[in-house]
């Protein structure tokens, strides 16, 4: 669908004044949205400025975000995924079999399946700074103490998904960000979009069109503004690069992702869908651990979720720590794309959580 033909969806105007508010209040300085269907963009805006200096450059279309959390769904389990289907990675095979110091107690019952549902004991975090690179990252995750048995509880964990980067890197034979470029050059190629609407390490050319950040009081980096950078300090020990963390994207290219997964959650992926049907099905469908609302990957649709409580029960999002979000509703046929950058000096974490759901009610009419 042609962008300067595209048809508003209900509900845009509610959107549009929940995001100008936003603004104006101080939740973020600068908000792209995107919502479409799987024949294309439906509604696109940029509000604010990249940050909140009274001489910040406008935000646009074009401009790149952090997406944090959003590259555990995007990225990791996309990979992971298409491991499996290609027998590299089985689901159901243990932790131990990729890393020899996952070893001990109860820490032999834990698979792949279980770190991509977060079901694997480990905790959120680690409780001391991040060690740089890899090796001691990975010595200090797989030797940390369990919070639970495996499967018996799950607990949102940035811990699990770095052990699925290296995982995902291992068996593809390439860095992490190597692989991505691989999966999803022909979705952003068939949007008509350049490299940088969707990658790790992003050039930092047109600082202009990045998003900027400010580090949390423990990061080492405090006192300085990131731009271009992670702001994930954990990711920013890997390089930039990691499981949890370090995609940078546009609107443009988280929407031209969603589309290609919306398609393929209804039955209708094409050559250059980064996943089948069969696995995005998979994806989606709910953990069998008690009280969990997580898929592989991804978040399902529960009232209390950040979607809101009007999408349907088929929904799955996820959402990153920057303040930005994504959720795809194939039985609605529609995707919502909302990216901000409320980590430079904006509001909280509560207040990102109350604008989300506000934001989806008002599209899922």
């Known amino acids: 669908m042609a962008r300067d033909a595209m048809t508003e969806p209900a509900g845009v105007d509610a959107a549009r004044t929940l995001l100008e508010d936003a603004v104006a209040h101080g939740l973020f300085p600068a908000a792209v949205a995107e919502v479409g269907d799987s024949e294309g963009v439906r509604w696109e805006q940029a509000f604010g400025a990249l940050t909140f200096d009274d001489r910040a450059a406008p935000a646009e279309l074009e401009t790149r975000f952090d997406l944090a959390s959003l590259t555990k769904p995007i990225a990791t389990t996309t990979l992971a995924l298409s491991l499996v289907e290609a027998k590299r990675l089985d689901l159901d095979e243990p932790v131990s079999r990729s890393f020899t110091e996952w070893r001990g107690g109860d820490r032999e019952a834990a698979t792949i399946r279980d770190l991509l549902e977060h079901a694997s004991g480990l905790p959120p975090r680690l409780l001391d700074q991040p060690p740089s690179g890899r090796r001691e990252l990975e010595h200090d995750i797989c030797t940390t103490v369990l919070e639970y048995a495996p499967r018996t509880r799950s607990v949102y964990s940035d811990l699990g998904f770095i052990l699925l980067g290296f995982v995902a890197a291992d068996r593809g034979g390439a860095p992490l960000d190597r692989l991505f470029e691989t ?14 609407s969707l990658a790790f390490l992003p050039s930092l ?120 979000s994504l959720w795809i509703d194939p039985t609605r046929d529609r995707y919502f794309v909302l990216l901000t950058n409320r980590v430079c000096g904006g509001g909280s974490v509560e207040d990102m959580r109350a604008l989300r759901r506000a934001f989806h009610d008002a599209l899922s009419v």
């Open 183 to 196: 999966i999803i050059a022909a979705t952003r190629k068939r949007a008509g979009l350049p490299p940088s």
């Open 205 to 324: 050319e047109r600082q202009d069109r990045i998003a900027p950040t400010w580090p949390l009081e423990e990061d080492v980096r405090r006192g300085r503004m990131l731009v271009g950078e992670v702001h994930d300090n954990y990711a920013a020990a890997l390089g930039g690069v990691a499981g949890h963390a370090g995609l940078f994207g546009t609107a443009r290219g988280v929407g031209a992702f969603a589309r290609a997964i919306l398609s393929a959650a209804r039955g209708l992926a094409g050559e250059e869908a980064p996943l089948s049907p069969a696995l995005v099905s998979l994806a989606k469908r709910p953990s069998r651990v008690d009280g969990s609302s997580r898929g592989l990957g991804w978040d399902t649709m529960l009232v209390s979720s950040s979607c809101g409580s009007r999408m349907s029960r088929e929904a799955f999002g996820h959402v990153g720590f920057t303040g930005t």
